[in-house]
């Protein structure tokens, strides 16, 4: 599947600033995937010693509970980048220039004054299940196997702040496209949406090399 987006890059210095944000982005989104295959193992080693030693996985539902953040957060950030969140393509697509820098600008401003609440809630949910003064330095427990859940509320406000920088370097970039009032500037670091022509070409071209490379 080729996304409907694109992304620009140069030597200026925001274009470098999102590149080096995209590698750390690139680490969680690993992160997360390797996440999803240890759930996977999970499963086969609970579903197996159910099966064959009459002995499932002790706490297999405490260790989902502590996997899920990891899995279901860590990769918003780089799913921003490349414009991956549900978009209303049809809408985005008929606006040429300024118009289309302004809506861009305008969603991107709603969505970093939502982040910017749920990383501040999120940082508060997990400080009152962090303490130093407890057990494994928290308040509260798994339900089945006592595992500690601050580590998995922790994951919680790294990825939103991730995010949150991700959406200000967002910002500033179509701000500055807006300020430029140029038809024909593309601005760098933003996902940018491919025309329908655009669009077919890469999935054609994905699988020419899915093809040759079988």
């Known amino acids: 599947m080729v996304s409907s987006t694109h992304i620009l890059s140069d030597q200026s210095r925001l274009s470098k600033v999102d590149a080096a944000l995209l590698r750390f982005e690139a680490f969680l989104g690993i992160i997360s995937g390797l996440a ?3 759930l996977m193992m999970l499963a086969v080693i609970s579903v197996g010693g159910r099966n064959f030693f009459n002995q499932p996985l002790a706490g297999y539902v405490d260790w989902i509970e502590q996997l899920m953040p990891v899995i279901a957060f860590l990769g918003v950030s780089y799913v921003q980048r490349e414009g991956g969140h549900i978009r209303m393509d049809i809408l985005i697509n008929r606006l040429r220039g300024r118009m289309l820098w302004i809506a861009e600008l305008i969603s991107v401003l709603l969505m970093l004054v939502l982040m910017s609440l749920l990383t501040w809630g999120s940082w508060a949910h997990f400080d009152r ?7 494994l330095w928290s308040r509260d ?3 089945d196997i006592a595992l500690p859940l601050w580590p998995a509320k922790l994951l919680v406000p790294i990825a939103f702040s991730m995010l949150t920088l991700r959406l200000c ?3 500033y ?3 500055r496209a807006c300020i430029r009032n140029d038809d024909n500037y593309r601005p760098v670091a933003v996902p940018l949406p491919l025309d329908a022509a655009s669009q077919a070409k890469g999935e ?3 699988l020419l090399q899915s093809g040759a490379e079988t």
């Open 36 to 38: 999803v295959f240890l």
């Open 204 to 206: 054609a071209d994905s």
């Open 129 to 135: 299940s962090f303490d130093l003064t407890m057990p």
């Open 141 to 143: 427990s798994s339900m």
């Open 169 to 171: 370097l967002q910002f």
């Open 173 to 175: 970039g179509y701000g």
